[in-house]
């Protein structure tokens, strides 16, 4: 059984799981900012960024899809750090790739380490957000995916401050990696040891118990609760997935804009998306769950329909601003849903992270190949018809029996 904590041990472990989400934001965010100068640098083509997506993206399944192993066989503490450090050379090896080697199957192997890295650890560190939700009987896993927000906004503005002052890949990015393996070794030491998270020592005569955890993990995959809630988080996975890497493309090859305007409009969208993230929590214990993400589906639809449709280029930011809005906190509420029940949480939140992830990572290559057919803003018209899926399914992140974060609570007026 878990020892009982102190304020300041929940608040260093609340501290390093923010710190953790902000660092993987930073290293998507950075990677994206630099899409364009990466493709003009090695000469290739959208559907060559595409292949290269759909390889990491590949990646990134595999580590979601082992996720559980290293959670049991590691414990979360070493699972995160070696997952950063992971996902931290991949991106160096991005940057390396790019300016000198000069060659794209060096940066896809970049990208290979990084999803695999960053796929492994967005579970973990999920499964540790949902843990403190449940300990302090609040909806804040919102608030730790505004951190994952937090880090865009830094990656993205970094970007644009790197073109501008002419950094080249090479050097932009394997800073940034040196700073994520930084965050990483201070913040692990912060989270405490707990059986839950298979961090506990054991006598010798209980290491093999990893396998009967690992099975206890495994087992959410047999309840159609989770596929429920993994629709929710489909169209809104899409949603986010989508603008990371599309985006700024978005702005420079269908809008005709600079560059830096496409990185300052990613910025726009991770910033609006880091302040619902921020808000959401206190807005969902008021409304609830369901109502909450009935409004974001509608405010993302509008926002990437005027996206698409702009005539000009502050009708486009408004646009990204919308998008962020909306896309902001299906993918929280999820994996807070997934956790109602704090005996099954780690196995749900795992589970239902995968199939989220499986599309914020895999989906958006498939996009880049259907772009070069149709175009790239017409490729976005698919991302709006699952955000409409996702809104109309959100009825299934309802709180289970027993479960208040969540659920809302009414005002004077109906409870009279």
């Known amino acids: 059984m878990d020892l009982a904590l102190t304020r300041s041990q929940l608040v260093r472990w609340r501290t390093a799981i923010f ?10 965010a950075t990677w994206s900012a630099r899409v364009p100068a990466i493709r003009d640098t090695l000469g290739i083509t959208r559907t060559d960024v595409g292949l290269m997506l759909l390889i990491g993206g590949a990646a990134s399944i595999l580590g979601l899809s082992t996720s559980s192993v290293f959670l049991a066989r590691w414990g979360a503490r070493r699972a995160m750090l070696a997952m950063m450090v992971t996902f931290a050379i991949g991106i160096a090896v991005i940057g390396l790739g790019t300016d000198v080697a000069g060659s794209w199957p060096v940066v896809t192997v970049g990208l290979v380490l990084w999803g695999f890295g960053n796929g492994c650890l967005d579970v973990i560190m999920n ?16 608030l730790f995916h505004a951190f994952f927000s937090f880090g865009t906004v830094i990656g993205a503005g970094l970007g644009v401050l790197a073109i501008t002052v002419g950094m080249v890949p090479a050097v932009h990015l394997p800073i940034i990696a040196a700073i994520i393996v930084v965050v ?20 010798a005569a209980q290491k093999q118990d990893w396998r009967e ?21 489909l169209g809104m996975s899409f949603a986010e997935g989508g603008a990371n890497d599309w985006l700024a493309l978005g702005v420079v090859d269908g809008h005709s804009a600079p560059e830096a305007m496409g990185a300052a409009a990613l910025a726009t969208f991770s910033v609006c998306m880091t302040g619902m993230r921020v808000l959401g929590g206190p807005l969902v214990d008021r409304i609830g769950r369901v109502a909450t993400l009935r409004v974001l589906s509608v405010l993302a639809t509008a926002g990437l329909l005027l996206f698409i449709l702009a005539p000009n280029l502050p009708l486009v930011f408004v646009g990204a601003a919308l998008w962020g809005l909306g896309a902001s906190l299906g993918f929280p509420l999820g994996m807070s849903a997934a956790a109602d029940d704090p005996a099954k949480a780690a196995a749900r939140v795992s589970a239902t992270a995968t199939i989220g992830y499986v599309a914020f990572l895999a989906g958006p290559p498939v996009l880049g ?25 959100s009825g299934a992140a309802r709180p289970i029996a027993g479960s208040q974060v969540g659920s809302g609570h009414p005002s004077d007026h109906d409870a009279r």
């Open 19 to 28: 710190a953790i989400f902000l660092a993987s934001g930073l290293s998507i």
């Open 369 to 393: 190949y259907i772009s070069d057919h149709i175009g790239l803003l017409n490729t976005l018209y698919i991302i709006v018809a699952l955000i409409v899926l996702s809104g109309l399914a």
């Open 127 to 142: 499964v540790e957000g949902a843990a403190i939700e449940k300990q302090v009987n609040k909806t804040i896993l919102p």
């Open 184 to 203: 990483g070794v201070i913040s692990v030491a912060n989270v405490p040891r707990r059986e839950a998270a298979m961090d506990a020592p054991q006598p």
């Open 213 to 233: 955890r690992l099975h206890i993990a495994l087992s959410a995959w047999k309840e159609p609760r989770t596929y429920a809630l993994g629709l929710i988080m």
